[in-house]
């Protein structure tokens, strides 16, 4: 199980960064001017649809100046609640996300014939590392060594 972690994580490196980009860019330019909207329109106690469009056009065209109205009106209670439920619906998918880009065995995404199955050098014990008949990258068979250098070939050759 834990070769499916491991994958993942170095499967989706890179979107995590720009996971997090998104959500910074959700929170401040979606979240803001629509916490901001409700709670203006509904000062009153009942929700006013005509104010709530009137202040969403102007607050989503100036989303910075929106998110610094939140502080200064006092709206950081609603704007902090609209923002835990964007963030749990945005942590559930990104979660589907993540487990469904988990590896489905140990050996996916492992080249097939390449050295992967060795570590440290320890297959330098064997084979060479600059000169003989080529296994794969950075792997020799050397054709000066003493003793067996038969060699299996296990695949198929493809036409096409």
Do not use: C
């Amino acid at each position: 199980m834990n070769y499916k972690i491991e994958g993942a994580i170095k499967r989706n490196r890179k979107s995590f960064i720009i996971f997090a980009i998104l959500w910074l860019f959700i929170a401040i330019v979606f979240v803001a001017p629509i916490s901001y909207s409700w709670h203006m329109a509904n000062i009153t106690g009942k929700l006013n649809l005509n104010e709530f469009i009137n202040t969403l056009i102007p607050s989503a065209t100036n989303p910075f100046a929106t998110f610094g109205n939140i502080f200064a009106n006092n709206v950081g209670g609603a704007y902090f609640s609209t923002l835990l439920v964007v963030t749990i619906f945005y942590s559930i998918f990104f979660f589907i996300g993540f487990v469904r880009s988990a590896p489905k065995n140990e050996y996916t995404d492992i080249e097939h014939g390449s050295s992967d199955w060795s570590q440290r050098g320890e297959q330098y014990q064997v084979l060479s590392k600059n000169k003989g008949i080529i296994l794969a990258e950075n792997n020799y068979l050397p054709v000066d060594k003493r003793g067996n250098v038969n060699v299996l070939v296990v695949g198929r050759i493809r036409f096409w």
